[in-house]
């Protein structure tokens, strides 16, 4: 059974900069081959996809966070990474990763085939 955990949520200041962890426990051989991805979900909002990456290392990042944000992966250490840079209230949400998307590169809750992490929250102020 694959777990995901989230890290390096927490209360930010507008204009300052944050980097999300994911960790993967007990994963398959193949990690490196994951497409996985971060989403967000604000209150009272729809989940949204944010940043994906796919097994070459391609990226798609989603209109809201395109120039700030960066993702990427440890695949040694099995652990997905976000950079979000200048910070704007409108980042406050709960961020999750997810692995196993189909298609590779989707940035919709729907194509997450395999796993979700719990979350972890993120508050810009």
């Known amino acids: 059974h694959v777990q995901l955990v989230e890290s390096g949520g927490g209360s930010l200041q507008e204009g300052g900069n944050l980097r999300l962890s994911c960790t993967a426990f007990?994963?398959?051989?193949?990690?490196?081959?994951?497409?996985m991805a971060w989403f967000r979900q604000a209150p009272g909002k729809e989940r949204e996809g944010i940043a994906t990456i796919g097994s070459d290392g391609t990226t798609v990042y989603a209109e809201p966070v395109k120039g700030r944000a960066s993702i990427f992966k440890d695949s040694a250490k099995r652990i997905l990474y976000l950079d979000l840079n200048d910070l704007k209230p409108e980042d406050t949400a709960t961020y999750y990763c997810?692995?196993?998307?189909?298609?590779?590169?989707?940035?919709?809750?729907?194509?997450?085939?395999?796993?979700w992490g719990q979350g972890t929250q993120v508050t810009v102020s």
């Open positions: 007990v994963i398959p051989r193949n990690y490196s081959q994951w497409c």
């Open positions: 997810a692995a196993g998307l189909d298609p590779c590169l989707s940035l919709r809750p729907g194509d997450v085939r395999s796993w």
